[in-house]
């Protein structure tokens, strides 16, 4: 027998730990259930819009010299030209914008310390494509991305019928290491797997930050403000606000790569799960006001945004299990099956899946990395926390 005030103890701590595991734990059950139904082509929404006309391509660039010649080869491999492709160089050290000049694209230079981050590149650059070029539509590729050669005519084809679209984005490991396969794992299954699941329950798909395009007529509806450090979450939350869903095209690829450095993945782990929660404490309560008014289709956004991460989301359950109540346990023993049923699904359909689940041998080490850095990630939700690129080996920061 417990005696009762430890039974209590036990009590509280567990209905916290439920009550902050239980939104990933749905969320992941409903994606990955409904991802797992078939390809999301079929659950495409077909909108009445006016024919497409000029659709540029947008590569915001700050200090990728060493990419950014490579990106260009690739869109102008899709594209069959580079004259739709502006790069924006911003704020940058290096030969970037030399470099893109060469390669054929068009180039604008945007230098300014007072208008740091990737969100200020693209508000130059929508200004540029919607009203300088008159374009009807901006596809987004990052600097340091490929692209599958059918990417610009598929895209091209879904803008005929959707106002905003997210690309199949993954990211390849650049090595062989353990560690540096299962963030791209991590990545897959936030990138791929979900929107997946989502386009299949006609759910807006979400906002990667790459490899997205959207018509002329968001950006007159919704004017780009985005400036977190997590500008693709926080453009996404007020796309769904104004009533505008993305669609997931998963026949068309872009491919960037997972740092390597333990460095460069400490600082964009920590800016991506940091800037999340400071979006869900900036959009959480007027996304639940919104689900109680009855927009339902929220629920999915709300629940993905007050997720933990998946490596935190272990240590919960795990805790949950030394706790001596049965009721708990059995719940932490659900989860941990959730989480098994996505992470294989993810695995199943990923490039490699034997190498995927080697990796997933080290995976206590890899929880360990990320529960350390809960400190950075706190730091992060800090509204004065600034914009950091990823750092490449041999690029200047």
Aim: hydrophobic share 50%; proline share 6%.
């Amino acid at each position: 027998m417990i005696p009762e005030l430890e039974h209590g103890v036990f009590v509280i701590m567990g209905s916290l730990l439920v009550v902050a595991t239980a939104p990933l734990l749905m969320e992941l059950l409903v994606v990955t259930l409904a991802a797992m139904v078939g390809s999301s082509k079929s659950a495409s929404r077909g909108l009445a819009l006016p024919p497409l006309g000029r659709m540029v391509i947008l590569v915001p660039s700050h200090n990728e010299e060493l990419t950014i010649a490579r990106c260009v080869k690739s869109l102008a491999a899709s594209a069959g030209g580079t004259g739709d492709i502006l790069v924006i160089a911003h704020n940058c050290t290096d030969g970037t914008a030399e470099r893109a000049a060469a390669a054929g694209a068009m180039v604008s230079v945007l230098n300014n310390p007072d208008l740091p981050g990737k969100g200020n590149a693209l508000k130059h650059g929508f200004r540029i494509v919607f009203q300088d070029l008159a374009a009807d539509a901006a596809l987004i590729v990052d600097a340091d991305s490929t692209v599958s050669d059918n990417l610009v005519p598929c895209v091209r084809q879904r803008l005929e019928h959707t106002l905003v679209l997210q690309c199949w984005y993954d990211c390849r490991s650049g090595t062989g290491n353990p560690q540096s396969r299962l963030r791209a794992l991590a990545f897959f299954c936030m990138n791929v797997v979900r929107p997946m699941g989502r386009q299949q329950l006609h759910l807006s798909s979400g906002l990667f930050g790459n490899g997205f395009a959207l018509r002329r007529q968001v950006i007159e509806q919704v004017p780009y403000q985005a400036h977190s450090i997590v500008e693709d979450l926080e453009f996404h939350l007020c796309l769904l606000a104004a009533g505008i869903h993305s669609d997931f095209v998963d026949e068309a690829r872009v491919w960037g790569e997972v740092p390597s450095a333990a460095k460069a993945t400490t600082t964009q782990s920590a800016r991506w799960e940091g800037g999340r929660l400071r979006m869900l404490r900036c959009h959480g309560p007027a996304l639940l006001l919104q689900v109680l008014r009855g927009r339902l289709r929220l629920i999915e956004p709300l629940l993905d945004l007050a997720g933990l991460p998946i490596a935190n989301e272990v240590v919960a359950l795990l805790l949950l299990l030394l706790i001596p109540l049965p009721g708990l346990r059995l719940y932490a023993l659900a989860g941990m099956a959730i989480l098994s049923l996505h992470l294989l699904f993810a695995v199943y359909i990923g490039p490699d899946p034997s190498a995927d689940l080697r990796a997933l041998v080290q995976a206590p080490m890899y929880v360990a990395t990320k529960v350390a850095m809960l400190p950075a990630i706190i730091r992060m939700t800090r509204s004065r926390a600034a914009w950091v690129r990823t750092s490449r080996a041999g690029a200047p920061k």
